[in-house]
């Protein structure tokens, strides 16, 4: 069996609608059987705990989800390997009937999103379906693959461009990156977080991103001596020389690439740039200015690269070395020191069978976990200079919190003893969900990406730096309404004493059975 | 500009050939506009630090990335595209001829590679490719972002294998994987590392990978409660009866999968498992498994979930957690504690005008960090029991090392004061790399994946295991032949010696550079 369908993957790309998890299938033929496919329901993407440190996430991919979702259809050679798909006893698992009603099926919902480049905290819905349960179920890991992982390397991105503060950034992180895809996912949602340009040239060819690069070591291995291989180099590419200095000896690699910036010159060119690839980039960028500056190549950048991110960027310059343009790769590609978020997706309420909607919430041993229930919308308060606060409330049983103007109370989502009042007098107010799909279509029109990049960046100064900050950052204002809060409480200890009831009750199973046979 | 090209990616998938750095084609139109484009190159692939502590990396993706230069061309569209690429002040950087030639070129040079499955250590070639230098510089990137990722969770899959003994595993990872692409690589590579099935959908698809799956905590919340929704489920699926237990309280939670179990019996079914996702695994293993035995469901499997690892997995079953069954996800799909595999790839000869083929070395400030040059080749020596050692040696200048039965020395490549002396007589002798292309041409069949797989679960029980060892693993006998460390020796002093005098003599790039202008 194994290797029987490797055909399709060599011979053209696969349609990606069965990128997801079986269980999204199993549940999907269980709503269907059991009556309960067409309830109506909400649930929100959102994360926990901010990556790396920090405290918010950038938002991104959800564009990408929508090109997905705008195409998700089951094709007839999808259905025709589910119908393969067994259980124990190699029983097939989906019925002929399940897979013909989903061969005919398209997501019918609805979804509010926050706009990529979006700063957003913990337990803010990212993202708010609302469809049959159905719908609504079979997209969940697709949208938190695609989501996730942007939104980590946007949140790495934004990080970096912050140490970098105005110096040009570039992303080289293709070779190290999770496959292909995850390359060119992770040079779109770098572009989005704040980077400059990529050497992904797919990158560029499909997002437009600006593409940069120049040379390798084996270019300069590859001919007799370096100083050769640099002015080969300067001669096909005059307008286009950032020289790689440290393939042997990276002083007197820029001792050659002046020799190389200097015949540019006869030529009426210049050298661009020297790159630092190796070796302790203080004293080495130091030296290389010094050589340059002495030999008349003042405007001669330099570029660095080899293992940084937003630390080390952070030290290197602390220290002074002057070092013009920064090379990221792995370390911004993989999300190296914490390289998965952790968004989930969870019901937040569903009708029964008389059509009323019921709100959901799901418990845990630990209280911070527990979801949040609801249909949820959060609103940003703007005083006119910075970010002021946060509200997730309950859009379906409450107003938007403080459009009369009063102070208004926000209470951490994970420890109620941490609250906030905000004024809303004299502030801007921005609904941080819009509208994605609307009954199954798509609504929000594309966006250009160096949009979305925008948006970051004023994202970045839209906050207080204390709160962007890389270690101890201080606590931003986002928090459930007075009202949210109080409907969770309740909600949460119903639902403890009726686990309670059942725990003094010495239930035992069977006879509850009996009694919902009645 | 940034946008103008979305409309590629939303109708169709991209011709992947673009998937580079660019550099990679800065210097291929270099190489030939220099006339270097046919010299005849060797570049090997290689890492020199082993992930996660250990010993040795499994290699993987070797394959895709066949399939991918098998079909490997610029496309009109994608020259299109390079057309508008631009340097300094806007001029572009390809030529028209340069493009005209890139269209129609394909892969004309050959490839040998270890079996993916095998086991390999630090600074043995996994690669080595034999083209035209354009051709060879061609194919970098896209062979390190395969070759690096599939590694990389190959090597964690064999990791979780080895801690999980004998147990079943199951790969849960796509929605924290860095991309569709990147989830459906994860499973792959964690396949032939050794993981058991995946629920992955688009994997089983594609790759015939075994696929798990039942449902999430939202099919229960969907329900009135925890019974009714088990009820409800195992009605739908009697014969893929997994219960997630932990929505509301795990060891209630058992007690209704309990219930549900005894409603299968009556139906001739039977419970196949419970889920455990959350709190204290060892504890709630102990006491489910009590309660499923004391209601007569001993054959019901334990299977775990939540951030689990291979020192996790050691960890419970050290405990005596009686958990049957293993689920595994972002620490494995993500390779969370190290995820990126530095493998790199280094040109090692090159012909000179007059055809004559001349070995290269880059240099590093650290030593160990030089690489290797020649035309490598590895073989493996078993004892019949275990795995002796590997020999790297240069094919092109030596004999296989040891053919004549006579006691080899092997010499680390990173410490030379570290040797091994072994056997070769009595032993099989393994030549690691293996033809893949000729000429350009595809030579290797494509193989089973559950034979991949198998070739890493032989390897685990063909070296001692004090060299897979999780803590201060053994070190193993793999290095260089006595002859290709003494070449590599000579030829690092030379270079060295070459920087040394331009040092001394009081370098003048100006001068040297009118020297060669004579």
Redesign the interface.
């Known amino acids: ?6 055909e ?3 011979h053209r ?2 349609s ?1 609608s ?10 999907a ?3 269907w ?2 009556a ?1 496919a067409e ?1 109506d ?1 909400i ?1 929100h993407m959102f994360y926990r705990t901010p990556p790396f440190g920090g405290r918010y996430v950038v938002a991104a991919g959800i564009e990408v989800f929508a ?2 979702l ?2 998700h259809r089951f094709s007839e050679q ?1 259905c025709a ?2 119908a393969t ?1 067994t ?3 190699e ?1 097939p ?1 989906f019925t002929d009937e399940f897979l013909r009603y989903l061969a005919g099926w398209t997501f019918r919902g609805s979804i509010e999103a926050v706009a990529e480049g979006t700063l957003v905290f913990p337990h803010e819905p990212m993202v708010r379906v609302r469809a049959p ?1 159905f719908d609504a ?1 079979l997209i ?3 949208l ?3 989501v ?3 939104s980590l390397v946007a949140t790495k991105a934004s990080r970096i461009r912050l140490a970098a503060g105005r110096d040009e950034v570039l992303e ?1 992180g ?13 040079s779109r949602a770098a572009y989005i977080g704040g980077i400059d340009a990529t ?4 990158a ?6 600006p ?9 300069i ?5 370096e ?2 291989a640099f ?3 300067c ?3 005059p ?2 020389s950032v020289l790689l200095v440290d ?3 990276s002083l ?1 690699g820029v ?2 690439a ?2 190389a910036g ?2 540019l010159r006869e030529r009426g060119e210049d050298l ?1 740039g020297i790159r630092l690839d ?2 302790d980039l203080v004293y080495l960028a130091g030296q290389a200015r010094k050589l340059l500056d002495d030999a008349g190549f003042q405007k001669t950048r330099i570029v660095a690269s080899g293992d940084l991110d937003e630390q080390l960027i952070v030290s290197l310059k602390g220290q002074g070395a002057p070092i013009d343009i920064w090379g990221v790769g ?1 370390k911004l590609a ?3 020191d914490e ?4 968004g989930v ?3 937040a309420a ?1 009708t ?1 069978k008389d059509g009323i909607l019921g709100e ?6 630990q209280a911070s976990k527990a979801s949040i229930p609801g249909c949820l919308d959060v609103v940003r308060l703007h005083d006119g200079s910075r970010c002021v606060g946060d509200i997730i409330f309950d859009s379906a049983s409450e107003e938007e919190p403080g459009r009369d103007g009063t102070a208004q109370t926000i209470i951490s989502p994970v420890d109620p003893r941490q609250h906030w009042t905000v004024p809303t007098a004299d502030v801007s107010r921005t609904q941080l969900l819009q509208p994605l799909f609307v009954d199954g279509r798509r609504v929000a029109k ?5 949009d979305l990049r925008q948006r970051t960046l004023n994202g970045l100064t839209d906050f207080d730096r204390t709160i962007l900050r890389f270690d101890n950052p201080h606590t931003y204002a986002a928090g459930l309404s007075a009202r949210l809060h109080a409907r969770r409480e309740r909600m949460r200890e119903n ?1 403890l004493a ?2 309670h009831r ?2 003094t009750n010495g ?1 035992d ?2 006879r ?2 009996g009694e ?1 046979q009645r």
Chains 1, 2 share one sequence.
Request: charged fraction near 20%; proline fraction near 1%.
């Open positions: 069996m194994i290797g029987d369908n490797r399709v993957l060599n790309e696969p990606w069965l990128a997801t998890d079986l269980y999204q299938l199993t549940m033929q269980g709503y059987a059991s309960m309830r329901s649930f090109d997905w705008s195409r999808d390997y589910l798909v259980g124990a006893n029983r698992l349960l179920q969940e890991t697709t938190l693959a695609i996730n992982y942007q080289f293709l070779r190290r990156a999770h496959g292909l895809n995850g390359g060119l996912s992770a050497s992904n040239v797919l560029g060819q499909q997002y437009g991103i593409v940069r690069g120049t040379h390798a070591h084996s270019w291995m590859a001919f007799a001596d100083l050769t002015h080969a180099y001669q096909v590419f307008h286009n393939t042997y000896d007197d001792r050659h002046i020799d200097r015949r661009l190796s070796g792995t993989t999300a190296f390289p998965a978020l952790g997706y969870k019901l569903v029964d959901r919430m799901k418990l845990s041993d594309e966006s250009l990406l160096s639902e009726k686990i059942h725990k239930y199973g069977r509850q059975s919902r």
